[in-house]
């Protein structure tokens, strides 16, 4: 039986590989590897570097420049608050502080039970709608604090299952 090590690194070798020839190739690669195992680990980090003969240094720096990427496993669902200028001017910020008060995380954190991790972004191209938040693929405009616990709690109910 492999290691999980070696098991990763063939993995992220037939993620990459496609994409090793094509000019510029780190950010589609970077994109790939958190799209199919949802953040950028130092393991991957490692093994992008030897596959597009780069330092880890340079991918790394990649990866910590841009606020997209992570390098922690996110919560079972991604909670996004836009922090664009008309997000802001309609109460984006009250909104993410009344979000981190209660969710009890900061921004690229997870919640204790491994649910929700909450994340700034710097435009949901909802303007019209703002503030705005996004919830896994979906979009919600005119988020007031009422709204953002109504999708909360959506995100926290659990099914029990009764015997």
């Known amino acids: 039986m492999k290691n999980n090590n070696q098991w990763n690194r063939e993995r992220l070798l037939e993620l990459i590989h496609p994409l090793v020839d094509q000019p510029g ?32 240094a340079e991918v790394h720096g990649v990866v910590s420049f841009y606020p997209l990427f992570r390098t922690a496993s996110p919560g079972r669902h991604i909670v996004q608050i836009c922090r664009a200028e008309a997000c802001q001017a309609l109460g984006s910020r ?30 949901l191209g909802n303007c019209a709608c703002s503030p705005s ?13 009422d709204k953002l616990d109504t999708l909360l709690d959506r995100l926290t109910t659990v099914a029990v299952e009764v015997r």
Do not use: F, M
């Open 94 to 123: 009250q909104l993410e502080a009344h979000a981190k008060r209660r969710l009890n995380i900061d921004y690229h954190q997870t919640t204790a039970d491994g649910e929700i991790t909450l994340e700034p972004v710097y435009c």
């Open 133 to 145: 938040v996004r919830v896994g693929d979906d979009i919600h405009g005119r988020v007031d604090s």
């Open 25 to 56: 190739a780190l950010l589609p690669v970077l994109h790939t590897v958190q799209n199919a195992v949802g953040y950028i680990s130092a393991h991957s980090v490692e093994v992008i570097a030897d596959a597009l003969n780069l330092s880890r």
